[in-house]
């Protein structure tokens, strides 16, 4: 009967260990999965916002280049005291030298603009990624110690119920035991 008890507890334990296997299994899937889903929406929100980025520049810059400021013709504007004199109720912008060196160093602030662009997008990337990591495993050793607690919990819980059990048989025991030391010693006596 003790052993046929005991089995039966060991056969429960087992069970629930497999059982808390599979949970620990299916929440790690669960998490890998809501993990990935949430790096992909961030990857495209992080490019959408880059191209919109890109595309309010390239706009910018287009509007800058073709509007009327910097196609109208300046050279009525230039007085008759000298060239680098102005009338300025006729300004009507800078000359194509002038230009051109506004274009030049608009050219070199784009190349470093997007140089500068790319640098923070990979230290946003790298700084995303380390958090995504950080959370990771602060994910998994929560995770862990709930399922070492419940672990702790169900040992505890065994260990109570199988001293319950051996008490209970001690006293079984004892009661047959000393049933059958004064029945038979009845029973020799006579």
């Not at 889903?37 to 980025?53: G, N, Y």
């Not at 030049?104 to 958090?131: G, H």
Request: with cysteine; charged share 35%.
């Amino acid at each position: 009967m003790y052993d046929l008890k005991r089995r039966e507890l060991d056969q429960r334990a087992c069970e629930l260990q497999k059982a808390e296997e599979q949970c620990r299994r299916a929440i790690n899937v669960a998490m890998q999965r809501y993990n990935k889903l949430l790096k992909e929406e961030s990857d495209q929100k992080a490019l959408l916002k880059a191209k919109q980025t890109e595309d309010d520049n390239m706009t910018e810059i287009c509007n800058a280049i073709y509007g009327d400021f910097l196609s109208e013709n300046p050279a009525q504007a230039i007085s008759a005291f000298g060239t680098n004199r102005i009338i300025p109720d006729r300004y009507k912008g800078m000359t194509l030298e002038q230009i051109k060196d506004i274009r030049k160093s608009q050219e070199e602030q784009m190349k470093e603009r997007e140089v500068s662009d790319c640098l923070a997008r990979q230290l946003a990337r790298q700084k995303q990624e380390d958090e995504e990591w950080d959370n990771q495993l602060l994910k998994s050793s929560r995770l862990g110690l709930l399922i070492e607690r419940e672990i702790e919990r169900s040992t505890r819980e065994i260990n109570r119920k199988v001293a319950e059990k051996n008490l209970q048989l001690a006293h079984e025991q004892k009661a047959f035991q000393d049933y059958l030391n004064k029945e038979v010693s009845c029973e020799v006596v006579f």
